[in-house]
């Protein structure tokens, strides 16, 4: 095909940006210079159309720079390429193909067309967003015609009454597969399986620590919608998490499989602490270790006139005199506190009472 081939031609841009001789840029940057929104980046990159690479100092994605003159090379840029990215709804879909909005909708629930992205409206309804390339593809096929023009299949009609519905496991094996493209190592294609699942289930997957987390350093989490804890977030974690039986059992045996995989290959690192001698304290002024866990006692008071001392500041002395001095000192700070209670609790004048805390201005003070 004439888009995936390289014509060496003239730039459409009149010279370098900048920062362009670095070897790797942001997506943000990357969607600015191919000429793309954001949401129209990530579905080319959902989609195989933009290859993206993991960002070794952030821990994010990157795009490599050769990857962006690749498609700005490309024919008819950037017309062709948007063209490829462009997605409709349910009523667009199914003026597209000739079907009425309901048929549409049964033929994405049963998995027939395959969602590409979706949005969560403010009354936490789901649209689903459809390429219209695969589409145009759906309908132009002969095979499909029966699908499109005459009833369904009784056995599909059963599914259907049963409430099946698979655009959203559709939407996550799709989501799985642009993942596993992106994957570098065995590593990254075991964090692909632990994106789909809950972290409950990869705990009980994975036991040992080290290796759990460099999977969720490596997890790379479905677009979030919502604050956190919003009834929006939870409702896209139910979209984004696998939900069903066997679909969660076959995450489980990938992870498993890639992790052992992963394992053999490279082990993951382990952390090396101090020893338990390096963490015990050493005293001060002295070469001995004492217990990690061991409390510090402080030295027994012989006297309750060397406390009262010390708070005079004039060390251990046993006199009697500084020992009153220091009594007297304590019994005037209690009382100065015990009057202050008294007056904040005696209904003084507080901020319930200023002119400021209501519109009412009938008791204020007169000023004459």
């Known amino acids: 095909m004439s888009g995936d081939t390289i014509e060496h031609g003239p730039k459409t841009a009149s010279g370098p940006a900048r920062g362009q001789n670095r070897t790797t840029v942001s997506p943000g940057r990357a969607a600015r210079e191919l000429c793309l929104r954001q949401d129209e980046f990530d579905i080319a990159v959902l989609l195989g159309h933009i290859r993206t690479r993991r960002d070794e100092g952030s821990g994010g994605r990157c795009v490599d720079r050769a990857e962006i003159e690749r498609l700005r090379y490309r024919e008819r840029f950037p017309g062709h390429l948007r063209e490829q990215l462009t997605t409709v709804g349910t009523r667009e879909g199914a003026r597209l193909m000739g079907v009425t909005p309901t048929r549409f909708v049964r ?31 759906f309908a132009g096929d002969p095979e499909h015609a029966a699908l499109l023009r005459q009833p369904l299949p009784q056995h599909l009609r059963d599914q259907l009454d049963a409430g099946v519905d698979l655009r959203a496991r559709n939407w996550r094996r799709r989501y799985l597969r642009c993942l596993l493209r992106q994957a570098e190592d065995a590593w990254e294609r075991a964090a692909c399986a632990a994106s789909l699942l809950d972290p409950v289930t990869v705990s ?67 952390h090396t602490g101090p020893s338990r001698q ?91």
């Not at 039986?245 to 052992?260: C, K």
């Not at 990690?292 to 005079?312: I, K």
Request: aromatic letters at 4%.
């Open 107 to 137: 033929l994405a629930r049963l998995g027939l067309v395959v969602p590409v992205t979706f949005r969560v409206t403010r009354n936490r309804s789901v649209v689903w967003r459809y390429p219209v390339g695969e589409l145009r593809l």
């Open 204 to 270: 009980e997957t994975v036991t040992d620590p080290c290796e759990r987390a460099r999977l969720l350093r490596l997890r790379q989490l479905p677009p979030g919608h919502g604050a956190p804890g919003s009834p929006t977030a939870r409702l896209v974690e139910r979209i984004t998490t696998a939900q069903d039986a066997d679909e969660i059992e076959r995450l489980r045996t990938d992870l498993q499989r890639t992790v052992r995989e992963a394992r053999r290959r490279r082990p993951a690192p382990r």
């Open 278 to 368: 390096e963490q015990r304290p050493c005293a001060a002024g002295h070469g001995q270790r004492t217990a990690p866990h061991e409390p510090v006692r402080p030295a027994p008071v012989r006297h309750a006139h060397a406390l009262l001392g010390r708070l005079l500041g004039t060390g251990d002395t046993t006199s009697a005199h500084d020992a009153t001095a220091a009594r007297n000192m304590i019994v005037a700070a209690s009382a100065r506190a015990a009057h202050r209670l008294r007056y904040l609790t005696a209904g003084a004048y507080t901020a319930r009472n200023r002119p400021s805390w209501t519109t009412d201005t009938s008791r204020r003070p007169c000023r004459s």
